[in-house]
Antibody, heavy 121, light 107 residues
């Protein structure tokens, strides 16, 4: 059974940093691209970032480019999102998402339960 | 950037109804479109990918159609469990844009 368990969310002040983690199990983690998707309270889904299965290729939404960094440790089956220079508009539930195929050009077939990030003073 | 526009934003229907939600892309995206179902406080679930391929364990009352710029998600006979929010998503190497979502409510 595929499981994606996010952690690391919480309350942070504007300008602060946070690192999210996603522990994956139930599939060959190193074979699949992964993504982060967020959802602000009462709003729609927003793709944030994606990373290839090897970690060699990364992609970012314009809204987070230069502030967020996606990475993965295939030896630990873990996906990360380092978030710097956080703004109030970054407040959202962040979901870890597994690609449905090996390419980054892919839909998401499994989602974690999400971790809440609140940026506020 | 490619924009995805869903309609309607809210849809009221009854159990047993046939409903269709549409998703329009601002430029052609071939068939690189997925549909997800999301219930309050829960993560989304994959319904359809590549515009018309049913996801694993998804009931056959769900179907997807379209290509290019116009897509549709149809539920042939609404069940109580289907009342939720539905999201379309274009996926490609550099673009993973979601529509704004359609909330399906009980009439």
């Amino acid at each position: 059974e595929v499981q994606l368990v996010e952690s690391g969310g919480g309350l942070v002040q504007p300008g602060g940093s946070l690192r999210l983690s996603c522990a994956a199990s139930g599939f060959t983690f190193s074979s699949y691209a992964m993504s982060w998707v967020r959802q602000a309270p009462g709003k729609g889904l927003e793709w944030v970032s994606a990373i290839s299965n090897s970690g060699d290729n990364t992609y970012y939404a314009d809204s987070v480019k230069g502030r967020f960094t996606i990475s993965r440790d295939n030896s630990k089956n873990t996906l990360y999102l380092q978030m710097n220079s956080l703004r109030a508009e970054d407040s959202a539930v962040f979901y870890c998402a597994k690609g449905g195929c090996r390419s980054t050009s892919c839909f998401t077939d499994y989602w974690g339960q999400g971790t809440l990030v609140t940026v506020s003073s | 950037d490619i924009q995805m526009t869903q309609s309607p934003s809210t849809l009221s229907a009854s159990v047993g109804d046939r409903v269709t939600i549409t998703c329009r892309a601002s430029q052609s995206i071939s068939s690189w479109l997925a549909w997800y179902q999301q219930k309050p406080g829960k993560a989304p679930k994959l319904l359809i990918y590549k515009a018309s391929t049913l996801g694993s364990a998804v009931p056959s009352r769900f179907s997807g159609s379209g290509s290019g710029t116009e897509f549709a998600l149809t539920i042939s006979s609404l069940q109580p469990d289907d009342f939720a929010t539905y999201h379309c998503q274009h996926y490609d190497s550099y673009s993973y844009t979601f529509g704004q979502g359609t909330k399906l409510e009980i009439k």
